[in-house]
C-alpha cells in the first residue's frame, strides 16, 4: 500500500510535515474545576481536572507536595468498530500512567502539599494521536482549573512510512505496521517529558522523527497559548477591567 | 459532592413548597435545553444534549448481525450507558457502573418496549435485511460528561436526537442464493436510509422533595428527594414506560396525579426537542 503518493500527499491530502486541524474549547465541563476539550482531526478528547482539594486517600497523602492522579476512558462508540472498553484494562492503565507522569513533570507539586489533583480524560473519538491528544487536553483542562505548572506540555506524533517521515499520523497511518514515535515537550524550557517509539527504526532517521515531531509540538503550543489568551481576554471583558 | 448543611436543605425544601427554587425556576419548568447533532462522526448518528450543567451524548452504532430466534422478522436494539470520570470524581474506576447499570435499564424500560418488541419507539422491523438471517443491530451508546441531577431525561432527549440523526446503509442481497446459503449482501456507501422518530417517547422524572415534585431536579435538589417517578410519554401522549427510584413509598394516587402530570408536561418538551432536534439537523447540513 502506498502512504505518501509521488507528488509527495499523504491519503487524506496532507503534506508529509502538515499537522491535521487542531481544535480546542475550554469550559466543557461546567462542574469540573478545569475542562477542555481538543480535537486532532478526527480524535477527540475531553478532559476535566478536580482539584486542589483533600486526598481521599489518607494512605496516598505526601506531606512535601500533591498527589497527581489520571484516568483514562474510552467511549464505546469512540472507535470504527464498536467494543466495550472497560476500564482498567492493560492499554488503558497505561495511557493513564503516561499522562500522570507527563502531567507531573510540569505542575508544581510543591506549591500544593498534601492536596490531590485528579485529572480525568475520555476519549469521545478516536482516530490515531490518541494519546498526545489527552495529554494536551489534559494540559489545557490544568490551565483552565489555574493549577500552578512550569509550562505547557504538549505532545505530538510522528512516523516513517514509504521512506518519508510523516507528522501526525491518522489511523490508517498508525495501523500501517511502521515506526510510530509520541513525543511530549515543555515548548519553552525546550525539555522532553515523554518519549515513546514502537517498531525498528534507523538511529539517524530516528532524529529526524524526532525533530520533526518537536517541530508539531511547538505548534500545539503556539495555538494552546493562543487559545488560553483568547479564553483570559474572553474573562478580562466580562470582568469589566 | 459536598453535602449540604441543614440551613441549605431547609432553604431548598421551602422554596420547592414555595414554587420558587434555587435558579429562579417553578416546580414543573425545565433548565434551558440544547441539541446539537453529528457530534461523533464516526457513528451511524450522534447527539449532545446540555440541561443546564448536565451534558450528555449519545450515538448509535449500526452493526450487521443475525436476528434473535425468537423474533426472526425484527432486528435488534441495545442500550449501554457509561458515566464518564469527567462528570464526578466518585465516576473513577467502576464508580459509575451502578449508576451506568441503573440508567441503561430504566431506558431500555422506558425506550425498547416489551420484549416482544410491541411498543418500541423505532419500527424493528425495519432494520430487517434478509428474515431469520441478516437484520440491523443498533447500539446505542450514551455517555455522560457532566452530571447535574436529570440524566434520565437528558440521555433519553440525547438517543432521541441520535435517533434522528441516524443514517442506515441500504443493503442489496445477492439475487440468486439458495434458501440454505448464508446470503451475500452488497452495503451501500451512498443512500441511507433515514429513521422515523416521531414515535419515539420522551422521559420526564418528577421528583418529589417534601410534600410537591418537580421536574428536572438538579443534583442538590436530587439530593434531597424521596423518591422519583420517571415516565415516558410519546407524542401521542401514551405512557410508554415507567420506572420508581428511591426507596420511600408513594400514595397510589400521587403516583397517578405524577403521571398525568407528566404527560402534560410532555407535550411541551416533545415539541421543544423537536424543534431543538430540526435546528441542529438543520445546522449539522448548512
Known amino acids: 500500500m502506498e502512504y505518501v503518493s509521488p507528488e509527495g500527499l499523504r491519503l487524506d491530502g496532507r503534506r508529509p510535515m502538515e499537522m491535521r486541524q487542531i481544535r480546542a474549547e475550554i469550559g466543557a465541563v461546567s462542574k469540573a474545576d478545569g475542562s477542555a476539550i481538543f480535537e486532532m482531526g478526527n480524535t477527540k478528547v475531553i478532559a476535566a481536572v478536580y482539584g486542589p482539594r483533600e486526598v481521599q ?9 500533591a498527589l497527581v492522579r489520571c484516568e483514562y476512558s474510552m467511549a464505546n462508540f469512540s472507535t470504527g468498530d464498536r467494543m466495550r472498553k472497560p476500564k482498567g484494562d492493560r492499554r488503558s492503565t497505561e495511557i493513564s500512567l503516561v499522562i500522570r507522569q507527563t502531567m507531573e513533570a510540569c505542575i508544581l507539586t510543591h506549591l500544593l502539599p498534601r492536596s490531590q489533583i485528579d485529572i480525568y480524560v475520555q476519549v469521545l473519538q478516536a482516530d490515531g494521536g490518541t494519546r498526545s491528544a489527552c495529554i494536551n487536553a489534559a494540559t489545557l483542562a490544568l490551565a483552565d482549573a489555574g493549577i500552578p505548572m512550569r509550562d505547557l ?3 505530538c506524533s510522528a512516523g516513517y512510512l514509504n521512506s518519508t517521515p510523516l507528522l501526525d499520523l491518522n489511523y490508517v497511518e498508525d495501523s500501517a505496521g511502521g515506526p510510530d514515535v509520541t513525543l511530549g515537550i515543555l515548548p519553552k524550557l525546550d525539555k522532553v517529558t515523554l518519549l515513546q517509539m514502537d517498531s525498528k527504526l534507523p538511529i539517524d532517521i530516528l532524529e529526524n522523527v524526532m525533530q520533526l515531531a518537536i517541530e508539531g509540538c511547538k505548534a500545539i503550543a503556539n495555538y494552546i497559548r493562543e487559545v488560553l489568551l483568547e479564553n483570559t481576554k474572553q474573562l478580562e471583558y466580562r470582568r469589566g477591567v | 459532592m459536598v453535602g449540604l448543611s441543614l440551613g441549605e436543605t431547609h432553604f431548598i425544601q421551602g422554596g420547592i413548597a414555595q414554587d420558587l427554587r434555587c435558579d429562579g425556576r417553578k416546580r414543573l419548568t425545565y433548565r434551558p435545553i440544547s441539541v446539537e447533532t453529528g457530534v461523533i462522526p464516526q457513528t451511524n448518528g450522534s447527539a449532545r444534549v446540555r440541561m443546564g450543567a448536565t451534558d450528555v451524548i449519545a450515538s448509535v452504532k449500526a452493526e450487521l448481525g443475525k436476528p434473535s430466534l425468537l423474533q426472526p422478522d425484527k432486528g435488534k436494539v441495545s442500550i449501554y450507558v457509561d458515566c464518564s470520570s469527567t462528570a464526578e470524581p466518585a465516576f473513577e474506576g467502576r464508580g459509575g457502573d451502578e449508576l451506568a447499570a441503573e440508567l441503561s435499564n430504566a431506558l431500555q424500560r422506558c425506550l425498547l418496549g416489551g420484549k416482544s418488541g410491541a411498543g418500541a419507539g423505532i419500527d424493528l422491523s425495519s432494520l430487517i435485511v434478509v428474515e431469520g438471517k441478516i437484520c440491523w443491530d443498533l447500539y446505542i451508546d450514551g455517555l455522560v460528561v457532566s452530571s447535574d441531577g436529570n440524566l434520565l431525561d437528558a440521555l433519553g432527549a440525547a438517543i432521541k436526537a441520535a435517533l ?3 443514517g442506515i446503509p441500504r443493503v442489496q442481497v445477492a439475487a440468486g442464493t439458495s434458501n440454505d446459503e448464508h446470503p451475500e449482501v452488497d452495503v451501500s456507501d451512498e443512500e441511507f436510509l433515514q429513521f422515523d422518530t416521531s414515535r419515539v417517547p420522551v422521559i420526564v ?5 417534601g410534600r410537591h415534585y418537580i421536574v428536572d431536579a438538579t443534583s442538590e435538589e436530587e439530593s434531597q428527594m424521596s423518591s422519583a417517578v ?3 410519554v410519546n407524542r401521542q401522549g401514551h405512557i410508554c414506560g415507567i420506572t420508581k427510584r428511591g426507596g420511600v413509598g408513594l400514595d397510589p394516587s400521587i403516583i397517578l396525579d405524577m403521571i398525568s402530570v407528566a404527560k402534560h408536561v ?6 421543544k426537542l423537536d424543534s431543538e432536534i430540526a435546528s441542529a439537523e438543520a445546522e449539522e447540513e448548512s
Not at chain 1, 57 to 65: A, D, E, L
Not at chain 2, 266 to 271: A, D, F, R, T
Open chain 1, 57 to 65: 486517600n489518607r494512605n496516598q497523602q505526601i506531606s512535601s507536595h
Open chain 1, 153 to 155: 506540555v504538549t505532545s
Open chain 2, 164 to 166: 434522528s440523526n441516524t
Open chain 2, 205 to 209: 422524572t418528577l421528583t418529589k422533595v
Open chain 2, 230 to 232: 420517571s415516565i415516558s
Open chain 2, 266 to 271: 410532555s407535550e411541551q418538551l416533545i415539541n
